[in-house]
């Protein structure tokens, strides 16, 4: 149980365009998920974190208006990354969280891995 | 905000050698601490957690023990196996009444039959 999807799994891009990435979360509801970027080598740095029904919350130095995030449902979330360009490629990895199994206890998707050409 | 410091690997082991990962933390407070693997093409999956001070988190032959006085959750595993070849990050909540988590750099561990 407990199972996250990402989808797609990778992307290419033109820079300028923008591009969505899906998080669901497959076998319960998740009440917040967050989105997670990681550089090669590098540690995953918290971009935001949602929860269903509300805005998200962006940590610092983090561009709400380039990265938007939409949490719809109680099982999917939504992240796209507008106007990309080539410092957005990178590993983004989504997690969810139902915080009556455990405090903070998150189970994560596989990654989406996005080039910006 | 809280951060967490990790030995950087590759670490190379050969089968059933005895395995330690460090990890220090700094945090406001006692907040949990967790380990999470990473094994090839796969999610990071929670490995093992610690919820107090002196707490023992273990699952599959792994353990690490919250000490709250050298601030540390050190990963250890008696004898690997190559299975165990992933990569390992120690994390913790970022704090501030935020739920997502702060994690170390990760550490590549890769056991030689």
């Known amino acids: 149980g407990a199972v996250v999807s990402q989808h797609p799994s990778w992307v290419i891009c033109k820079s300028g365009t923008s591009v969505k990435i899906e998080c669901r979360s497959l076998?319960?509801?998740?009440?917040?998920m967050f989105w997670y970027r990681q550089f090669p080598k590098q540690s995953l740095m918290l971009m935001a974190t949602s929860n269903e029904g509300s805005k998200a919350t962006y940590e610092q130095g983090v561009e709400k208006d380039k990265f938007l995030i939409n949490h719809a449902s109680l099982t999917l979330s939504t992240l796209t990354v507008t106007s990309a360009h080539p410092e957005d490629s990178s590993f983004y990895i989504c997690?969810?969280?139902?915080?009556?199994?455990?405090?903070?206890?998150?189970?994560f998707g596989p990654g989406t891995r996005l080039t910006v050409t | 905000g809280n951060s967490v410091t990790q030995m950087e690997g590759p670490v190379t082991l050969s089968e059933e050698a005895f395995l330690t990962i460090n990890c220090t933390y700094t945090a406001t407070g006692y907040p949990s601490l967790f380990w999470y693997v990473q094994y090839p093409g796969e999610g990071l999956q929670l490995l093992l957690k610690?919820?107090?001070?002196?707490d023992k988190g273990s699952n599959k032959g792994f353990e690490a023990t919250y000490r709250k006085e050298t601030t540390s959750f050190h990963l250890e595993k008696g004898s690997v196996q190559v299975s165990d070849s992933a990569v390992y990050f120690c994390?913790?909540?970022?704090?501030?009444?935020?739920?997502?988590?702060?994690f170390g750099k990760g550490t590549h561990l890769i056991i030689q039959p």
């Open positions: 994390a913790l909540p970022v704090g501030g009444g935020a739920d997502g988590l702060t």
């Open positions: 610690a919820t107090k001070a002196d």
């Open positions: 997690s969810a969280s139902l915080r009556a199994l455990s405090s903070y206890e998150q189970y």
């Open positions: 076998d319960f509801q998740a009440t917040t």
